[in-house]
C-alpha cells in the first residue's frame, strides 16, 4: 500500500509544518495535537498514518522523529473539551501544537477538513495522514504522546483499561464506567458519560422512602 509522501509538501514553501490530532473519539483524557517540521533529506523511514502503525512502530518512528524533526505537542484538558465542545477543542490543540514549535512556519498543512482560526498561511487536508508525510509524522507524535498520557491515568485510576483502550468506547472502558464510576477524567458532555451522569442522578429517586 503506497504511504505518504513529499508530493503535495512540495508545493509549499518551506519550513512547512503537518499537523494532526489523537484522541477526539476517547470518552476519557485530553486531545493532543503534534505540528511536525521534516528535513525532506533526513528523515525516518517507514513514517506512515498512525492508524496503520503497531504501538512499537509508533514508539520507534518517534523516537527517530525526536532526533531530526522540530516537535510542537498541543494539549487540550478534559474540562476545556466540556467547555469548548471537542471541535474547538481539537482546533485549540492543534493551534497550540504549531505555537510549541519555537519558529513560525512559511505554511501549515492540517489534517481535515479545516484549519484553526489563526493567522497563518495554511490548508486542511482531507486524509492527510494518508497523503502527506508530514501530517502522517504528526499523527504519529500526537498518537504516541496520547499512549503515554493514557497509561500515565491508568496508574492513577486503575480499572478502567486505558492502558489498552486509551479512554476509548470499548466495552471493557464502559463496562467499568457502569461498575466503578465516572472519574475526574471523563469528559462530561459526551454522550455515553452524560448518560451515565443522568442515572446517577435519578437513582435516588427511585429508591423507597
Given at each position: ?40 533529506d ?18 520507534s518512528i ?6 531530526v524533526a ?81 497509561a ?7 480499572g478502567?483499561?486505558?492502558e ?39 437513582l ?6
Open positions: 500500500m503506497k504511504r505518504p509522501c513529499f508530493k503535495i509538501e512540495r508545493q509549499f514553501p518551506t519550513p512547512l509544518a503537518g499537523v494532526d490530532e489523537a484522541g477526539c473519539a476517547p470518552l476519557a483524557g485530553p486531545v493532543v495535537a503534534a505540528a511536525v517540521i521534516l528535513d525532506r533526513k528523515f525516518p523511514r517507514g513514517i506512515d498514518d498512525s492508524k496503520k502503525l503497531s504501538l512499537e512502530e509508533r514508539e518517534y523516537g527517530r522523529l525526536q532526533k522540530a516537535i510542537g505537542i498541543g494539549i487540550c484538558t478534559v474540562e476545556e473539551i466540556d467547555h469548548l465542545n471537542i471541535y474547538w477543542a481539537r482546533m485549540t490543540a492543534m493551534a497550540r501544537a504549531v505555537e510549541a514549535l519555537g519558529a513560525e512556519p512559511a505554511w501549515v498543512l492540517v489534517d481535515g477538513n479545516a484549519c484553526p482560526r489563526w493567522q497563518r498561511p495554511s490548508k486542511a487536508i482531507v486524509s492527510g495522514d494518508a497523503k502527506c508525510r508530514s501530517i502522517a509524522a504528526a499523527s504519529i507524535a500526537a498518537k504516541v504522546t496520547r499512549d503515554r498520557i493514557m500515565d491515568h491508568a496508574r492513577t485510576w486503575p478502567y483499561g486505558w489498552r483502550n486509551r479512554g476509548y468506547p470499548t466495552p471493557e472502558h464502559i463496562r467499568a464506567i457502569r461498575e466503578l464510576g465516572i472519574t475526574p477524567l471523563h469528559r462530561r458532555t459526551f454522550a455515553k458519560v452524560r448518560e451515565h451522569l443522568e442515572q446517577e442522578v435519578e435516588p429517586l427511585n429508591l423507597p422512602a
